[in-house]
């Protein structure tokens, strides 16, 4: 009975025979109806049964030949039909839907930064090839992009696993598994596995725009190219950790698990090893590239996705045997934050070293500040990260240095502050102390002065304008920020405006004598056109000048006036007859006290800089 069994499996196994049977070549075994299935997989089991049972004495016979024969003709079908299983079912996952749930439930907004304002200097900072600093450089940091960034919320509820192949087929994968495995053909189920599988995750790979990019074809590409394609990275990585992959290791799992030992995390990492280092590839390039300070933002959203990520990461891939997954993904973490910590020291050397001498026309503010201090308002919107990363004070910054090159910084003055705050405010110390260097260019020290105050005003402004910035920079070193744009006005009022004043005293108008109370007209001619000539000289000068704060000009403009106009209208009213009575009184009078008020109004717009741009400096 044994024998007809052993035997009708061999027919069976022969019928199916592709290598001799036309029809077998035509058809598929697991296409057919679930009995023709199961009478095959019964056959093959009736002749490993009889394997087992085969002595070593009987391994010659003709019986033990052909049990051996039609095992091989089995396995190379079951081979196949697996192989077509798996290609049937090797479509690549729906990214889209998944993209967009991810970006919807794990990313949270970072503040309002305007990053249309950075745009406005855009880049004014970056490295040359030869380490040097150069102005006017070329940094792409995209609005969409950097102002997210990944929540700090982590959870094993974040992996989302999706069926890759239906459940009757996953049956009828692990029903071949079995027969393979057990006939000591798990090599090559593992390999066929693998295969096919690899070329479906290479084809989500491609649909969620993972590029197959060596970490040299990344570093040979330009920061704007990089740029983008970080954004992309991010939003791939998740659907491919937290979806393709932990999918994939589920569905080894159902078709390998127990059925040999590690099988599953054998056929998990033949499938995925590949493409799991083709992903981190990017990253690691990127953790290694050269640093410059643009790219800060841009390292920083990737250090936080990679950061929320590795839980994960050591979820999936939790076995012995994929250690050297987990490991490259803590090493490149940590190259990031080094990156981080580096580009920052760049920034700072940046800020300290940007050598422009040409002076901005009118005063106004210099490209240096509204590019450093958008740069620090994003800074502190990573304040989480970046304060976890920075944990020691600016070497640089130093009290009472001998280096005239550098500034100094009393960092007694600043205790209890974080590590990252006194970055902070030492880069707006070697910005002050930049800007400084540049006011001495103007050859007017008034203009010298409203440069000044233009500038440090900026600065206050930007800090006060953000609640984190001014929590981190502290309302002590605010003050002394605005003691500093004070006294600068405080000077241009009076570099300007004493000799225009000194035009209206009394002294030397009077005739001397003991019993004289008369007024030397002449003296008062020529003051009253001293006056005339200053103001006229001041005015059209000034009017060229730009204070783009509107408050901040009407202020400066309010102070000119408080006195000016009294002093004007003084004068004018204890003087104006003896001058009224003489000859041509127009030449001498040329300014109501409503004429000096209109004319005060135009001080400080910016008109027509351009075209007198030189005269103003």
Request: proline share 3%; hydrophobic share 35%; net charge negative.
């Amino acid at each position: 009975m044994e024998s007809n069994d052993l035997e009708n499996a061999h027919q069976i196994v022969l019928r199916w025979d592709s290598t001799v049977s036309e029809d077998a070549r035509a058809r598929m075994i697991f296409e057919a109806d679930r009995q023709e299935i199961d009478h095959y997989l019964q056959a093959v089991d009736e002749i490993q049964r009889s394997m087992e049972s085969t002595t070593v004495a009987d391994e010659d016979d003709d019986q033990s030949k052909k049990v051996n024969t039609t095992i091989q003709i089995a396995m190379a079908r079951l081979e196949d039909e697996f192989r077509n299983i798996l290609i049937s079912h090797a479509t690549p996952i729906e990214t889209e839907s998944l993209t967009e749930s991810f970006s919807s439930t794990h990313l949270t907004s970072r503040s309002s930064t305007s990053f249309s304002e950075f745009h406005d200097s855009d880049d004014f900072i970056s490295r040359g090839e030869d380490d040097s600093v150069h102005t006017i450089g070329n940094s792409s940091l995209e609005r969409g992009e950097s102002s997210t960034t990944l929540s700090t919320y982590r959870s094993m509820s974040s992996i989302r696993e999706i069926d890759l192949i239906p459940s009757d087929s996953v049956y009828d994968l692990r029903c071949i598994a079995e027969r393979m495995i057990t006939a000591g053909y798990f090599r090559e189920c593992v390999q066929v596995y693998g295969s096919v599988r690899k070329s479906a995750v290479d084809a989500s790979f491609k649909k969620l725009g993972v590029e197959k990019l060596s970490i040299g074809d990344i570093q040979l590409l330009e920061w704007e190219a990089l740029n983008a394609k970080i954004g992309k990275w991010i939003r791939a990585a998740k659907v491919c950790v937290r979806v393709l992959f932990a999918s994939e290791k589920r569905l080894c799992q159902l078709i390998f698990e127990d059925l040999e030992t590690d099988a599953d995390d054998a056929c998990f990492l033949e499938t995925v090893k590949a493409p799991v280092i083709q992903l981190f590839n990017f990253a690691e390039a990127i953790s290694i590239s050269r640093r410059s300070p643009e790219k800060l933002f841009k390292i920083l959203d990737l250090h936080d996705a990679l950061l929320d990520l590795l839980p994960d990461i050591d979820a999936v891939f939790d076995s012995i045997s994929s250690e050297s997954i987990r490991v490259q993904a803590t090493e490149i973490l940590s190259r990031l934050a080094e990156a981080a910590r580096g580009m920052l020291s760049e920034f700072e050397n940046a800020v300290l070293r940007e050598p422009s001498k040409v002076p901005v026309p009118g005063g106004t503010l210099h490209p240096l500040t509204r590019y450093v201090m958008n740069y620090i308002s994003l800074i502190s919107d990573y304040k989480q990260t970046l304060g976890e990363l920075i944990v020691s004070r600016p070497s640089t910054g130093s009290r009472y240095s001998d280096d005239l090159t550098t500034p100094d910084m009393d960092f007694t003055d600043h205790e209890g502050q974080s590590p990252l705050a006194l970055h902070l405010i030492w880069i707006i110390v070697i910005l002050q102390f930049n800007l400084e260097g540049k006011s001495k260019h103007y050859k007017d020290n008034s203009l010298a002065y409203v440069f000044i105050m233009n500038n440090i005003h900026y600065i206050v402004q930007k800090i006060k304008g953000s609640p984190e910035l001014r929590e981190m920079i502290g309302d002590g070193f605010l003050r002394k920020l605005t003691g500093k744009y004070r006294q600068a006005a405080t000077r241009y009022q009076r570099t300007t405006w004493v000799g225009v004043l000194y035009c209206l005293r009394d002294e030397g108008l009077h005739m001397t004598g003991s019993f004289s109370s008369g007024v030397s007209k002449s003296a008062l001619r020529d003051r009253f056109k001293s006056f005339n000539a200053m103001f006229e000289e001041v005015h059209k000068m000034q009017a060229l000048w730009l204070i783009p704060d509107t408050q901040l000009r009407e202020e400066l403009q309010i102070s000119i006036s408080e006195k000016l106009i009294p002093a004007y209208r003084s004068f004018l009213g204890r003087f104006r007859t003896h001058i009224e009575h003489g000859r041509h009184p127009e030449n001498y009078i040329k300014y109501s006290v409503e004429d000096l008020e209109a004319a005060i109004l135009d001080f400080f717009e910016g008109n027509a800089v351009s075209q007198h741009s030189r005269r103003s400096q």
